[in-house]
């Protein structure tokens, strides 16, 4: 079994930053690939950024030049740094895992889940 725990979330004002982390433990994969999804209240649970095991990233159209992401295989952890942070970047981020190379915008192609941490930025 995999466990992946989210860290780094908090309450922030608009166009500070925080960088979120998510370490994996468990199952060893050979190649696996990551990615950032998150939920506002009432809304659908959304990409926001992935990363295949090669270093590869996508990002969402509404956070591409503001957020970014990396990973550190040797940790097994995946960051998400996001800059200029807007109100409508508030939800809860969650970090996904799939044993592959690719990392998909669809969260259907991921195996495991964190748990969720929350951002909330303020105007």
């Known amino acids: 079994q995999v466990q992946l725990v989210e860290s780094g979330g908090g309450l922030v004002q608009a166009g500070g930053s925080l960088r979120l982390s998510c370490a994996a433990s468990?199952?060893?994969?050979?190649?696996?690939?990551m990615g950032w999804f998150r939920q506002a209240p009432g809304k659908e649970r959304e990409f926001v950024a992935a990363i295949s095991w090669g270093g590869s990233t996508v990002f969402a159209d509404s956070v591409k030049g503001q957020f970014t992401i990396s990973r550190d295989n040797a940790k097994t952890t995946m960051y998400l740094q996001m800059n200029s942070l807007k109100p409508e970047d508030t939800a809860v981020y969650y970090c996904?895992?799939?044993?592959?190379?690719?990392?998909?915008?669809?969260?259907?192609?991921?195996?495991?889940w964190g748990q969720g941490t929350q951002v909330t930025v303020s105007s």
């Open positions: 468990g199952r060893t994969f050979n190649s696996y690939a």
């Open positions: 996904a895992l799939r044993d592959g190379v690719v990392g998909y915008t669809s969260p259907l192609r991921y195996d495991y």
